[in-house]
């Protein structure tokens, strides 16, 4: 199966389960927005428990809050968003398409790339053993050919964006004949600069005075109440501010499913610390996520740092953890060193003094931060596509199976009795009664066992628990695991305790250390 092939698949399984829904479906949908559905939320809620239990709870100077999404409008003239929180963007005058001017370039070379690739994969095929492929990248001349193309190219769009230069953007585009993947035009508007703060109406007064904005991140929530909660919370530096929380952005180009939405959830820490000691911090912080997310399983060789080489005006270094999507390496989690900007700024913009006086050096000074800050829907992704494998079985049947960590499995355990009668569902249920109040559990007595086993398979729960008629003589049922599909006889009284050690949160986070 392509990588295309597996992605489509684990869009229509997650519709199909009640993971993911379109959002508005019955209205023909609304791009790039979604709607989690009754085992997305579950997952969706784990992964967050883990995200604020990590951050909020095992870490003794770290607090968390829930600011609001409408903020004062001057808020977003301070953090530099409404002057600057821009996208290039370039119509197609012939299939009015609005495209993003650098993923239009992004996606160009993209293909330059998958050429070079090709002729890389040629060479492989003719010389068998003996191929040596970092020689023959270095002296192929269709390779080299193509390798000129894509640094020539990539240099001069790196360096229109960073001049902010649009008209060179466009003459790039022109250069290389780059059309519309609709219309097949080149028929380009010029570029121009798109704001994604998504803006309404305050109050029944529709003028410019009362237009506020839907949040485009939860960071400035909390540097907005930074004196708030380090005052009444007795924080002391170095210390941090978690928010979990919805954020809005107007997107351009919306795709790769929930990689990219317009209403989205992000997981943001906000870490306060002495100027001058914010690069310490920024490498402690980096190890900290990286191990957060390792510590979950997917595998190892699925994550890798980007390091910024264009950083944003308010940062002194910046990189992102990148995850192996079916698409590809991309960002997952931001981490960055960003200053003093943002307090200085909202001290500046507010009229209010916002320092820290530091009982161990006796100054008041604007702390410097470093930010992670990580998609909430996007490690949904992560951890959906990397769970979800369709396996050929001995016996020639398929399943398809999602290898959770069993922590957020959005179902713990499933009850199920062998057949309708014989006292088995009473049994069962008995057991179900029990289990509920500590687990998500489903009960299910419907169609063959195999067929029930599939269902939770596919939804990713980790225990299958049978209730047979020897149950009713020894109060034993049988456990299938999910991954290895191992069954054994368990003591009913015993389930709780079984459960409870292989879906803790516990066993994760003993590994953050
Ligand atoms: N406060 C810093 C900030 O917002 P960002 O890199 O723009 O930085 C942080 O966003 C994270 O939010 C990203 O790493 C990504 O996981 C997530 N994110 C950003 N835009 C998104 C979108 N349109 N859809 C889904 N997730 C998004």
Do not use: A, V
């Given at each position: 199966m392509t990588q295309e092939e597996l992605f489509k698949a684990l869009i229509s399984h997650a519709k199909e389960y009640g993971f993911i829904f379109p959002s508005s479906e019955i209205y023909d949908g609304l791009s790039a927005v979604y709607d989690y559905g009754q085992l997305g939320v579950e997952l969706k809620n784990n992964i967050k428990k883990y995200w604020w239990d990590a951050m909020v709870?095992?870490?003794?100077n770290i607090v968390g809050i829930d600011s609001a999404i409408?903020?004062?409008?001057r808020i977003w003239e301070a953090s530099g968003h409404v002057g600057a929180f821009n996208d290039p963007l370039i119509d197609n005058k012939d299939s009015k398409k609005r495209y993003r001017a650098d993923v239009l370039l992004e996606d160009y070379l993209a293909k330059l790339e998958e050429k070079e690739n090709k002729e890389v994969e040629k060479g492989r095929r003719k010389f068998g053993e003996a191929f040596d492929e970092e020689q023959f990248r270095a002296t192929n001349p269709n390779v080299l050919r193509q390798r000129n193309k894509i640094e020539a190219v990539r240099a001069k769009m790196v360096a229109a964006l960073e001049a902010n230069d649009l008209k060179a953007l466009r003459d790039l585009i022109i250069e290389c004949e780059i059309a519309c993947p609709i219309s097949g035009s080149k028929n380009w508007t010029d570029v121009r600069q798109f704001n994604l703060m998504f803006s309404t109406q305050l109050g029944s007064v529709s003028d410019e005075s009362g237009t506020i904005y839907l949040r485009p991140e939860t960071a400035q929530g909390i540097f907005v109440n930074f004196l708030n909660v380090q005052k009444t919370g007795r924080m002391k530096i170095p210390f941090g501010i978690a928010q979990i929380g919805k954020a809005f952005r107007n997107e351009i180009v919306a795709r790769q499913f929930i990689f990219r939405m317009r209403e989205f959830e992000q997981m943001e820490m906000q870490f306060f610390v002495r100027p001058g000691e914010e690069m310490k911090w920024y490498e402690q912080w980096k190890q900290t996520r990286l191990a957060w997310h390792k510590a979950l399983g997917l595998g190892e060789d699925k994550y890798r740092y980007h390091d910024h080489e264009k950083l944003a005006h308010y940062a002194n270094a910046a990189c992102d953890i990148e995850f192996d999507f079916p698409f590809g390496f991309k960002e997952l989690e931001g981490i960055h060193s960003r200053t003093d900007f943002d307090l200085g700024n909202h001290q500046k913009f507010s009229g209010r003094k916002i320092q820290y006086f530091d009982p161990e050096t006796n100054e008041s000074y604007v702390p410097y931060v470093i930010e992670t800050s990580i998609g909430l829907d996007r490690t949904f992704l992560a951890v959906y596509s990397a769970a979800y494998c369709e396996e050929q079985l001995a016996d020639g049947e398929q399943r398809v199976v999602l290898r959770l960590p069993a922590a957020l499995s959005p179902v713990k355990a499933a009850v199920m009795p062998l057949v309708k009668k014989d006292g088995l569902p009473e049994l069962a249920r008995e057991i179900m009664r029990d289990l509920k109040f500590d687990f998500n559990c489903q009960y299910d007595e419907k169609d063959s066992i195999g067929k029930r086993y599939r269902r939770q398979d596919a939804i990713g729960t980790p225990f299958c628990i049978t209730v047979d008629h020897q149950s009713l003589e020894d109060r034993c049922v049988t456990v299938r695991h999910r991954d290895s599909m191992n069954q054994e006889r368990v003591p009913i009284d015993a389930l709780r305790a079984m459960i409870a050690d292989e879906v803790s949160f516990r066993k994760l986070f003993e590994k953050l250390g």
């Open positions: 709870r095992l870490n003794e409408f903020m004062h409008p």
